[in-house]
């Protein structure tokens, strides 16, 4: 029933139409009239009781599957567990994605999986789960997703799964399973995706998956499997990369020419397998990227006939290869290692191989020739700047007689394996105007822009190069192209190549600058929900050259998320609580909240003139005049005098700011959003009460206490610092941080230099000087740095009555004149039919909470 939340922005609404809403969504409930009970569960009754069953099965020690133990599970959204949108015909909600990626669960998986009929994604990745697969998943024939990998399981892969009709992938690499592949995994008729690597795997590969018409990727390194290579692989029309390093095969084992002719093909890898024979012929493979078949037992010479241009990395090393090296590894533009060392070859090094490449530092090329019986280099031993020569171990050595050729026989150096990007912050960015987890992004194409990145660990399991750099911007295209995120918004924070040879990367994706707003630093909940669904639902395209890739952990900042909600429960329920005792003219009345479906919303009273901010951003018809500004700032103070003051306890804001100060039909300030606001200390049994609340450091970069970002102390004055900012806004029309210039630096830069003046905002029209400069120095003094330095909220409002006392009469007249003719100064129309609130996932709003996997239901009270 509810629409995307993110639609709905903080105009709240009138009376009359918050019944009218109230009429169309059942999950709303209204203070004046609060509805008592919970909802009825609508899950198919079994799924739940397996749900329930699971996680009996299951050791939690972070608690994150804590609320499996309330209410309904798509209703209530148990951490996890993704239900469909709609009833079928059975009248039941049912599960079909258990996404449980690296939440330190352990124990074992419960044959109760099976009883989830409808699932289409398991996953458990990243655990430490124990026991066997159970035969049971079998059962589930929706399964489209088993996600397994990263585990500690054992036992031998279930027969019965080789019966799912629908499953796409299998990922049960890097656990302890043993036993052989089951000849019913040939049935897989629309699988694509086998990652069966890092296991104890033993036995024959089954001919029969040669059968398999869509398989893309055979990942089965890193195990135990003994037997022969069947030549049937070969007949898989649509496979991709054959990868099946670190195994044993039986001696005399050799690879079947068939492999030499697989049109598919971009990678082939088998390295340490044992093998014997010859190399087969290649050239039939006319988008090999990568060929690996080092540390085996391969004899003969190498095929002289053409192979493919796009190659990156030959590896033949470690054989006993003999013969000369081909003139067809020549003139091979994208090139990046080629390595025969530990064979038998001899002859002479044809230069052509180096020879007439692009003089680019970041295309390098590799070539180790150590430990052959090569004697000589045919033509130039000038390498280009980008290119390096191994040639220890041959008689070349033993001869040299040029300094180039000594240098090409030294020892070998380590080569880094870790490249880590340059710090996201410069110094001509204000360290104090972006606390953490806000940072400055690096790639943005706005200076300064302060934001909280989405941090992603990411893996590509089998890539089809050697060296990342020349294929560092392709990649960062294919990833935002695949997300459906600007360029800007990806940066590559670090990589390292692993043993496989895998790259893994810690990855850094930032929400995009809106010039009309100061509030877009944070991306939205249906955002966040969307980019990890891309990556645990494997909804990125496939790459040739990138190969598979990997989600190695989604971990949020605590900003991002509240006990697993992407909607922020805790500052939902804060809201809703406080709003709900307090009653001020100058405070946003709340009406009530909807809760439904995971959506949740708060339902404020109508206002028609929306926020400051539109107001100070240009957005309106007609400017506000000074009058008006100050009588706006005066309504704020109030409003923040009576929290600090008279509500019962004292409540601290925590998040003052011009897009949550709302203006009525009157233009009556009105302070608004309570979600991070926090109680005031009480006196103790001695009437003593401490005068800071410890907590982190949350609110809205260029708002912050510098103070409270420093020390966590958070106080009254932390209030008075904000609105000092608010107070800036109005004198200059200026955002606190606007292209990397801090407004209160700024401000007082001029102040300081008597050009106060000049930093006044010119669409204000005329006004009092005396009076602008007293609410100039009253600013001023509330955004000292040092907490003690800056007036109390009672002081902030007695020189704002004494500066309103100083206006001309016929300024006064006429901003008070608002509240009886608001048709002489209504700066923008009545605003639209939205009327609802949801501060938790608008881009507007910030410091409120929002992601890690699930939302949770209120119970309404």
Known sequence: MLQNSAEFRNLGMSKSKVWTLGAVFVGCFFLSSLLVGAQNPITQPEEVSALRTIKRSLIDPNKNLSNWKRGDPCTSNWTGVICSNTTLDDGYLHVQE????????SGNLSPALGRLSHLEILDFMWNKITGSIPKEIGNITTLKLLLLNGNQLTG???D???????????????????????TSFANLNKTQHFHMNNNSISGQIPPELGRLPYLVHLLLDNNNLSGYLPKELAQMPNITILQLDNNHFDDGTTIPESYGSIPTLFKLSLRNCNLQGSIPDVSKIRNLYYLDLSSNHLSGPIPTSTIAKNITTINLSNNDLSGTIPASFSGLPFLQDLTLANNSLNGSIPSSIWQNRTQNASKHLTVDLENNSLDSISGSSDLPQNVTLWLKG?????????????????????NETTISTATNSTTSCPPQACPPPYEYSPTSPIDCFCAVPLPVGYRLKSPGFSDFPPYLEPFEVYLTNGLSLNLFQLYIN?????????????????PVYNVSSNSSNLFNASEVRRIRSMFTGWRIADSDIFGPYELISFTLPDIYKNEGSLQGEKEFLTEIQLLSRLHHRNLVSLLGYCDEEGEQMLVYEYMANGTLRDHLSGKTKEPLGFAMRLRIAIGSSRGILYLHTEADPPIFHRDIKASNILLDSKFIAKVADFGLSRLAPVPDIEGAAPAHVSTVVKGTPGYLDPEYFLTHKLTDKSDVYSLGVVFLELLTGMQPITHGKNLVREVNIAHQSGMIFSVIDGRMGSYPSECVEKFVNLAIKCCQDET??????????????????????SE???????????????STPPSSSSVVKNPYTSSDISGSGLVSGVIPTITPR
């Open 98 to 105: 258990l996404q449980l990626l690296n939440l330190n669960l």
């Open 788 to 809: 003690d330095s800056r007036p109390s909220m009672a002081e902030v409002f007695r020189t704002l009555e004494t500066i309103r006392l100083m206006m001309p009469e």
């Open 812 to 826: 006064t007249f006429l901003a008070e004149s608002i509240e009886t003719n608001p048709e002489k100064m209504s």
């Open 394 to 414: 041959n008689r070349i050595c033993s001869n040299a007689s040029s300094n180039n050729i000594v240098l090409f026989c030294g020892t070998k150096s380590e």
């Open 160 to 182: 019965e799964l080789g019966y799912l009709p629908n499953l796409n992938r299998i990922q049960i690499d890097q656990n302890n399973i043993s036993g052989p592949v089951p």
């Open 156 to 158: 031998s892969l279930p």
């Open 494 to 510: 670090s990589f390292e190549w692993e043993e496989g040879p895998r790259l893994r990367m810690y990855l850094k994706l930032y």
